[in-house]
T-cell receptor, first 116, second 114 residues
Framework: GAVVSQHPSRVICKSGTSVKIECRSLDFQATTMFWYRQFPKQSLMLMAT?????????EQGVEKDKFLINHASLTLSTLTVTSAHPEDSSFYIC????????????FGPGTRLLVL | AQSVTQPDIHITVSEGASLELRCNYS??????LFWYVQSPGQGLQLLLKYFSGDTLVQGIKGFEAEFKRSQSSFNLRKPSVHWSDAAEYFCAVGAGFGNEKLTFGTGTRLTIIP
C-alpha cells in the first residue's frame, strides 16, 4: 500500500516553455502533498505544501508564480514550472501524506526536468 | 525548529558485514523520526519510522533503528548487508501531528564491496 506515482518521469523542454508534473496517490487519499527539489548529490529541499482545495504554502525563497501548484482532488497534485529556464533543471519529487494518527509521507519516483 | 545531522557522508562496507548509519536530531519535544532510502535516479522509499512506544523499530529489508532520547539519536542498523543495499540513506525528523513537514539530513551514501 501507500504508492505514489509521478508523471512524467523525465522531460526535456525548451527555455521559456511551461512544464506540468503530476503526482498521484494510487491507493490512498491525500489531503496534503509536498513538492521537493533535489540537486545532484544533495538532500531534498522542500518547495511547497499542497493542500486539497486550498492554496499551496510555499517555502521561503520559492517563487509561487514560477512554480504553480494545484491540488484539485484527494489523489492528485500538479506542479507547473512556468517559463522554464536552464536553472530550473533539477529532480523534482513529490510526496503524499497518509491520514490518521501517525501520518507518514510516501514519495513518488521523481521527475527529471532538463531545460535547454 | 528541528534539524538533522548525518555525520557520515559516505560509508563503505563489505557484503555480509554489519552496518550502522548515524543520525542525530535536534527538536524540543518528542520527534517523529524516519529513515528513507534512495536508489540513483529514484524517489525515496520508507524504511522505517518512529512515533512513540518501543524505541527499537523494525523496518523493511532487515533494517532496524533505535531511538535514544538521551543521545538525540536514531541510528539505522542492519546485521548483514547485501549488494542491493547500496544507495543513499536519509534520516528525517517531523514535528508531529498537524505539522508534518519533514526536515532531512544531508544523507549518507552507502557503498558495498564484494
Amino acid at each position: 500500500g501507500a504508492v505514489v506515482s509521478q508523471h512524467p518521469s523525465r522531460v526535456i523542454c525548451k527555455s521559456g516553455t511551461s512544464v506540468k508534473i503530476e503526482c498521484r496517490s494510487l491507493d490512498f487519499q491525500a489531503t496534503t502533498m509536498f513538492w521537493y527539489r533535489q540537486f545532484p548529490k544533495q538532500s531534498l529541499m522542500l518547495m511547497a505544501t499542497s493542500n486539497e482545495g486550498s492554496k499551496a504554502t510555499y517555502e521561503q525563497g520559492v517563487e509561487k508564480d514560477k512554480f504553480l501548484i494545484n491540488h484539485a482532488s484527494l489523489t492528485l497534485s500538479t506542479l507547473t514550472v512556468t517559463s522554464a529556464h536552464p536553472e530550473d533543471s533539477s529532480f523534482y519529487i513529490c510526496s503524499a501524506l497518509t491520514s490518521g494518527a501517525f501520518r507518514t509521507q510516501y514519495f513518488g519516483p521523481g521527475t527529471r526536468l532538463l531545460v535547454l | 525548529a528541528q534539524s538533522v545531522t548525518q555525520p557520515d557522508i559516505h560509508i563503505t562496507v563489505s557484503e555480509g558485514a554489519s552496518l550502522e548509519l548515524r543520525c542525530n536530531y535536534s527538536y524540543g519535544a518528542t520527534p517523529y523520526l524516519f529513515w528513507y532510502v534512495q536508489s540513483p535516479g529514484q524517489g525515496l522509499q520508507l524504511l522505517l519510522k518512529y512515533f512513540s512506544g518501543d524505541t527499537l523499530v523494525q523496518g523493511i529489508k532487515g533494517f532496524e533503528a533505535e531511538f535514544k532520547r538521551s543521545q538525540s539519536s536514531f541510528n539505522l542498523r542492519k546485521p548483514s548487508v547485501h549488494w542491493s543495499d547500496a544507495a543513499e540513506y536519509f534520516c528525517a525528523v517531523g514535528a508531529g501531528f498537524g505539522n508534518e513537514k519533514l526536515t532531512f539530513g544531508t544523507g549518507t551514501r552507502l557503498t558495498i564491496i564484494p
